[in-house]
């Protein structure tokens, strides 16, 4: 078998346990799907899910995008605010 074979074999193996594990996800998600629609209180599940996943989406927002102070402004402030509580 050929260098260029091996590889081509590998990759193959390789995309057929990538599908492989997609379809026993996807399956298994399903199945979360089905059981939680059998469920009396769906609706509240929903609500829940989506106040939870717009609490992250806000806290995603924080974090990227705000821009944090410059670190020579927050030493400038503090010596300020250090002279006035000093006096000097």
């Given at each position: 078998m050929s260098d260029r074979a091996g590889w081509d074999r590998r990759a193959l193996l390789l995309a057929a346990g990538a599908a492989d594990l997609a379809v026993s996800?996807?399956?298994a998600?399903?199945?979360?799907v089905r059981g939680l629609?059998?469920?009396?209180?769906?609706?509240?599940l929903a609500a829940d899910a989506e106040h939870d996943l717009v609490a992250r989406g806000r806290l995603v927002l924080d974090r990227y995008a705000a821009v944090p102070p410059a670190h020579l402004e927050v030493l400038a402030q503090r010596a300020r605010a250090r002279r006035g509580v000093d006096g000097g």
């Open positions: 996800t996807l399956g998600a399903l199945g979360t629609l059998r469920r009396s209180d769906a609706a509240e």
